[in-house]
């Protein structure tokens, strides 16, 4: 099992908290750079989030203040805290491992084609 495996999504009102979950069987996490993606219908793919190795985190202007992605090596798993969720929050989430290899998010970290290992995703829905 290559992939990432997200968990953690649900249904939550506007104002409410979530804690996403990235895990994998086959690699150590806390050796890659680690980005959270969603997409909503018909919308495009959006990067949320990014976790490097050696140049710290990243995130969407949308999320900042919101939002913190860290690690729990513990675990295995690059978590995504999502506070004061808000409807347009409402997405399928999910996570990649950096590729080819980097220890940096760097200044294109927003791309998803830098990423492989996606998941299924999990789902946020964020509605009163």
């Known amino acids: 099992q290559l992939s990432n495996v997200e968990s953690g999504g649900g249904f939550v009102q506007p104002g409410e908290s979530l804690r996403l979950s990235c895990g994998n069987s086959?690699?150590?996490?806390?050796?890659?750079?680690i980005a959270w993606f969603r997409q909503a219908p018909g919308k495009e793919r959006e990067a949320v989030s990014c976790?490097?190795?050696?140049?710290?985190?990243f995130y969407a202007d949308s999320v900042k203040g919101r939002f913190a992605i860290s690690r729990d090596n513990a675990k295995n798993t690059v978590e995504l805290q999502m506070n004061d969720l808000k409807p347009e929050d409402t997405s399928l989430y999910y996570c990649?491992?950096?590729?080819?290899?980097?220890?940096?998010?760097?200044?294109?970290?927003?791309?998803?084609?830098?990423?492989?290992?996606w998941g299924q995703g999990t789902q946020v829905t964020v509605s009163s």
């Open positions: 976790i490097a190795v050696s140049d710290g985190n």
């Open positions: 990649g491992l950096r590729f080819p290899f980097s220890l940096e998010c760097g200044s294109m970290w927003y791309r998803g084609q830098n990423y492989a290992a």
């Open positions: 086959r690699f150590r996490l806390e050796n890659y750079t």
